[in-house]
Every structure is written in structure tokens, then in C-alpha cells.
């Protein structure tokens, strides 16, 4: 049977490489779709997780994971002989950077496993963000190691993955899948099996145009954060405030979209993906300018934070030395527990460093390892808050409840608008 035919009847063997928050959604909405699906990845501790049913993200329930494991349709290994068995692989694996430069070692490792047990009739697909060329250049040329030729014996794409942890409306199969083969049949390939579980798939004219295009998504997120961050230093010195003008500026039904400041942007994708693609743009000798500039200004902010809270306190006659400062959620975003290249690990590190005493709360992480030593999570209670000389909002779960912390803080400095209209002793942002 072809490769087509046997994902149209949904008979495929799936391979997913990497089962993060990207590779754990996919292989369990894959198997709910009625496909064989087994998971690979290097951490065994993760493996024997996911075997157990409980899952490790927000995004899968236990009780899906469950569910599937339970059904024989997911299985989850750290084998790379598994991969002899796919029909389908797809490659989730991590794109971080490496003293500021595209970190392509785990892409490099996935690939070359990939090509150890590389098949003829094989399809692979790369769904790590990465600069454009990626999968036609890099990936191809390791794949093709393995002596088969892409194209000919095997099929090769690239599809960017746009979930957004912890967002109930939007997940996996309803937000539209961009796909780009590096020929037609690639393509066709590969929408066939992703139709098998998104309601939408989009198709481009190549891998590149698939990377490129989740870039643009990515650096418009970081360009926009970074100008409203500006604004909102600009408008405090200004003595506007910043919130009051975004909300008047939203009313505009067209031509203006609303983004928000913050002590600093987090996560694995927006203070990470667009220096993949000034990495790229380098290459060529040219510069991607306002992607740099882009990520100074956000980079900036929690030092700016920091400066912000010594100035609330100076204005109450204390000084950052000697304080004691709570900061309020550390994760990069509400309602998840990722912790990944989160502002407040700064923050927290700056403050300690001028000589405040700090602690945090946040119901997802119960500890955290910072340069000077483990903090771990304190109880949020009136006793904890009224001990604290100010607090700091840097993370808004949604399980925090805003009215208790307005009435039992001494001072907040709110940098979410997490407060707004409630009564205390408030600084915004
Ligand atoms: N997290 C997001 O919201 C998000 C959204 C869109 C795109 N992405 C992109 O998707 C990719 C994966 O991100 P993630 O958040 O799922 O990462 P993650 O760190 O949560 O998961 C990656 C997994 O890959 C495993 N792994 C590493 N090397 C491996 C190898 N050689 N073989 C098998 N497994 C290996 C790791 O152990 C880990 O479990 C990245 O390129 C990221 O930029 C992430």
C-alpha cells in the first residue's frame, strides 16, 4: 500500500521526535484521530511519564493522555529503532539559543537518528522553529547521509507549529497548519495527514517559505512588544498612563491592533525565534534591523523593572537595599508552568543582587534554582503579603485573586494592569 492510501485509511505508523509542548499535542491529537502513533524522545524520566498516562504539559489532560496510552494507539519510547517502523516522523525537538546563536544540535541529533533508520516511501517532517532553509539545506543533506535521495525515495517538509500553551480557544485543530514539502508530492503527503486531525491546512510553495512564515509571525509579535514597551517607558515619563491609552487606542475598528507591555517577554518562541532569523540574515551580510532593535528594547525591561521598584519604594522613603519584595507569578505566561527564559528569573536576580530580600509566589512552580541559591514559593496570604514592603506583579494567573492582593499589599507595583480599578496603594507600569 502507498504512503497516501495508508494515511488516508488512517493506517499510518506515526513517529513524533520530541514530545514537548509541541510533540505531546501532536502524537495525542494524532492518535485520537484513529492513527498508530509512538513517541520518541531522549528523556527517559518523561517516557516513563507519559507511559504512566500523566501528562507533563496544560495542554494534554491526563485523561487524554490516558486514554490514548490505554487504547494502544500511543506509545512512547526512547528507541530510536521505532523509527524503523514509521511511516510518518515528525521532528519537535528544541531550537534554543547558545550564547545568542541558533542552537541546531538537537535538530542536528533528531535528524541524524532519523537517518540511522531512514526508509525508502518515508515522509519527515520538521516542525522546530528555525531559520529558513533549515529543512531543504540542513536536515536534507543529514537525511540523505543515509544514502536515499529526497524526493525520489523519500518525501521532506517543513510545518511551523502555532499552538499557544495554555489557550483554551485556539489549540491544535483549529488553528490552520501552514505546510511546505520540498516538492508537490511532499506536500500532498503531508496534507493528508495533517487533515487527519486540524481542520485547516494551508499550503506553500516550499520548506522555506513555511519557516520564513513562521518567523514573520513571531518577529511581529516581538517588533509590536518591543514598541509598546517603549511607549509604555516613554508615557511613564511622560506621566501618562499606558494602559489608558492602549484601551482608548483599541476602540479604532481597524488598522490597529492592541499589544500589551510587560517586565519582559518569556517563553521558548518570541525571545528566541527571530534571532534565528537575524542569525540567517548575518549570514548574507545584511542586518535585520528592526529585529534587533526590537530585542534591546525588550531585553531591557527587566532592568527597567527593577529601576521601577527602587523608584516606588524611594517615593515611600525606603530604599531597594534592605526591602523586602515579593514577586507574583514567575512563569513567562499566565496559567502555564514554563519557566523558559521568564524575565522574573532576572528580576528576581537583579533585585537580590541590589541588596533586596526577595521571595515569589506562584501556584505552578514550587521552587526555583536562581545565581544565588533555591527560592521556593511562598503561601499567599495576608500575613505574606503585609510582610513585604512591595509586590510585584509579573505573571497574572488567573487564580490570583486581585481584590485580596490590592487590600493586603502595603505597595504593588502592577506591571499586567492586573489591578486596575481597584482600590491600594498601586503603581502601574
Ligand atoms: N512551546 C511552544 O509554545 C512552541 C510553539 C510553537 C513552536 N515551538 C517550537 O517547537 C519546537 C519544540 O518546542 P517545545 O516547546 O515542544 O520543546 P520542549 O523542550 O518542550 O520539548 C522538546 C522535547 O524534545 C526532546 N528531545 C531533545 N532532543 C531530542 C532528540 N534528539 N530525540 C528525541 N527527543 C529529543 C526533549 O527531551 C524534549 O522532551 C521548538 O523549535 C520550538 O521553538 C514551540
Redesign the pocket.
Known sequence: MNLLTSIQEQRAEVAV???????LPLACRAAGAGLSVTG????GT?IDLINSGQSP?EDVSSQELSEQIQSGRLTATTDPEVLNNADVIVI????PLKDELPDMS?IE??SK?VSRHLKAGQLVIL????YPGTTEEFVLSILETSGLKAGEDFHLGFS??????GNERFGLENVPKIIGGIDEKSTEMMEAFYSTFIDKVVKVSSPRAAEMA?LLENTYRHVNIALVNEIAILCHDLGIDVWEVIEAASTKPFGFQAFYPGPGWG???IP??PAYLSWRVRQLGETARFVELAREINKKMPTYVVQRIGEALNNQGRSLKASKVLVLGITYKADVG?LRESSAIQILEKLAKSGADVGYHDPFVESVDLKGGRLSSVELNEETLSDYDIVMVHTNHSSYDWDFIAAHSPLVLDTRNALHGLQGNIVKL
Open positions: 521526535v520530541g514530545l514537548g509542548y509541541v510533540g520518541l524522545d531522549v528523556d518523561l504539559i519537535c525537538v528544541p531550537t538537537f541529533a533528531a537518528d516542525e522546530s522553529t528555525t511551523p507549529e502555532r499552538i499557544d500553551p513562521k517563553g521558548h518562541c528566541v525565534d514554563d
